[in-house]
Nanobody, 130 residues
């Protein structure tokens, strides 16, 4: 089993930065994809960013159009924690942010689909005031 715990959310003003963390524990995989999705009230879950890697080396990243150039996804050396650095935050970034994980390296189309992920965290609230 895999457990994901997000942290780092909060209330900030437009233009500020936040860094979200997602700590993973439990089962490990030889290759992996971890991602961030967000959901605002009354809206569908939206793709934010994903990162995929294999222990043989290399990684690939994808970003949603609304966050490209502002958000950066990364991992620590152990690959057990994924970060989402969010800069130049906007009020429309307000949402609950969820961490997700699944085994294997996903294609871009699959990585952006929340149905592809078998493991989810409980979410962390990000509120950006204008």
């Amino acid at each position: 089993q895999v457990q994901l715990v997000e942290s780092g959310g909060g209330l900030v003003q437009a233009g500020d930065s936040l860094r979200l963390s997602c700590a993973a524990s439990g089962r490990t995989f030889s290759s992996d994809t971890m991602g961030w999705f967000r959901q605002a009230p009354g809206k569908e879950r939206e793709f934010v960013a994903t990162i995929s890697w294999s222990w043989s080396g290399g990684n690939q990243q994808y970003y949603g159009d609304s966050v490209k150039g502002r958000f950066t996804i990364s991992t620590d050396n152990t690959k057990n924690t994924v970060y989402l650095q969010m800069n130049s935050l906007k009020p429309e970034d307000t949402a609950v942010y969820y961490c997700a994980r699944d085994s294997g390296i996903l294609s871009e189309q699959r990585a952006k689909n929340p149905a592809q992920y078998g493991y989810w965290g409980q979410g962390t609230q990000v509120t950006v005031s204008s």
